[in-house]
């Protein structure tokens, strides 16, 4: 457990940002997604985001939630995987967007906490060729590996700011290998117990392990539909929720 509880509660705004694609778009949302376009014309408030209005009322507090999709389609590419956080945030770091996208330089002037996560193909994971490759997009547990190293070490360049990662979103079952669901838990688990450390400005929220609930696969109750490994409503119901008081506990390091 993180120590060094921190009191928010002034007039002063909290910034935080959550990057994330469809899966993320669910939670935020409760399980009620809504199609892009009338979001875009008729904006509205999230679950999350009244969810926080309403926590501001009780609790004397000023956090201030908003969300965006990372990296977009255009530039970039629809990818939010590890080579592609370590591409924007480590290699092309600097005070200037890269395709488009925002760099730590950029986001951490902006936002005290930066929420990112992976999309389920995160968990495809293909098996070793013993030839770890920091600047490979292939998705291999070496690969990852370094990937996530050099994304703590940036991290840890900005000790005033803090970072809640999602341990990755799962697969259901007819959509990857138990080769690949393997590699993925054993990844999982290793971001969890050996890079995960105590003390610093980084904070993991079990989304995986929400997903699963110990098995290998996103649970079909837990999912879309048994072909598709988004969230489905009832799910995304239950654990918005617990995304926000996750936040809270990130907040005052609880």
Same mark, same amino acid.
């Given at each position: 457990?993180?120590?060094?509880?921190?009191?928010?509660?002034?007039?002063?705004?909290?910034?935080?940002?959550?990057?994330?694609?469809?899966? $993320?778009?669910?939670?935020?949302?409760?399980?009620?997604?809504?199609?892009?376009?009338?979001?875009?014309?008729?904006?509205?408030?999230?679950?999350?985001?009244?969810?926080?209005?309403?926590?501001?009322?009780?609790?004397?507090?000023?956090?201030?939630?908003?969300?965006?999709?990372?990296?977009?389609?255009?530039?970039? $590419?629809?990818?939010?995987?590890?080579?592609?956080?370590?591409?924007? &945030?480590?290699?092309?770091?600097?005070?200037?967007?890269?395709l488009d996208e925002p760099t730590l330089e950029i986001l951490t002037k902006q936002y005290e906490l930066i929420i990112f996560?992976?999309?389920?193909?995160?968990?495809?994971?293909?098996?070793?060729?013993?030839?770890?490759?920091?600047?490979?997009?292939?998705?291999?547990?070496?690969?990852?590996?370094?990937?996530?190293?050099?994304?703590?070490?940036?991290?840890?360049?900005?000790?005033?700011?803090?970072?809640?990662? &999602?341990?990755?979103?799962?697969?259901?079952?007819?959509?990857?290998?138990?080769?690949?669901?393997?590699?993925?838990?054993?990844?999982?688990? &290793?971001?969890?117990?050996?890079?995960?450390?105590?003390?610093?400005?980084?904070?993991? &929220?079990?989304?995986?392990?929400?997903?699963?609930? $110990?098995?290998?696969?996103?649970?079909?109750?837990?999912?879309?539909?048994?072909?598709?490994?988004?969230?489905?409503?009832?799910?995304?119901?239950?654990?918005?929720?617990?995304?926000?008081?996750?936040?809270?506990?990130?907040?005052?390091?609880?």
């Amino acid at each position: 457990m993180k120590n060094n509880l921190q009191n928010t509660s002034s007039d002063k705004m909290y910034k935080i940002i959550f990057l994330h694609h469809s899966t $993320g778009q669910l939670i935020v949302n409760a399980g009620n997604e809504t199609n892009r376009i009338i979001r875009y014309l008729f904006p509205q408030k999230t679950y999350v985001s009244q969810y926080f209005s309403d926590f501001n009322s009780i609790n004397g507090t000023n956090y201030d939630f908003t969300e965006q999709f990372f990296p977009k389609n255009n530039p970039y $590419g629809w990818n939010n995987y590890p080579y592609d956080y370590y591409n924007i &945030w480590v290699k092309n770091a600097g005070d200037q967007t890269y395709l488009d996208e925002p760099t730590l330089e950029i986001l951490t002037k902006q936002y005290e906490l930066i929420i990112f996560k992976h999309c389920f193909p995160v968990s495809n994971i293909d098996e070793d060729i013993n030839k770890p490759d920091i600047n490979s997009a292939d998705k291999t547990l070496e690969n990852y590996k370094l990937q996530y190293l050099a994304l703590k070490q940036k991290l840890h360049e900005f000790p005033n700011n803090k970072f809640l990662i &999602w341990t990755g979103a799962s697969q259901v079952m007819a959509n990857t290998t138990i080769e690949q669901a393997l590699r993925a838990k054993t990844f999982f688990e &290793w971001v969890k117990n050996d890079w995960n450390i105590d003390n610093d400005n980084i904070f993991l &929220w079990d989304f995986y392990a929400l997903e699963t609930e $110990g098995d290998l696969f996103l649970k079909n109750e837990n999912a879309s539909n048994t072909y598709d490994s988004h969230p489905g409503k009832s799910f995304a119901k239950k654990v918005a929720p617990l995304f926000c008081q996750k936040i809270i506990d990130v907040i005052q390091h609880k």
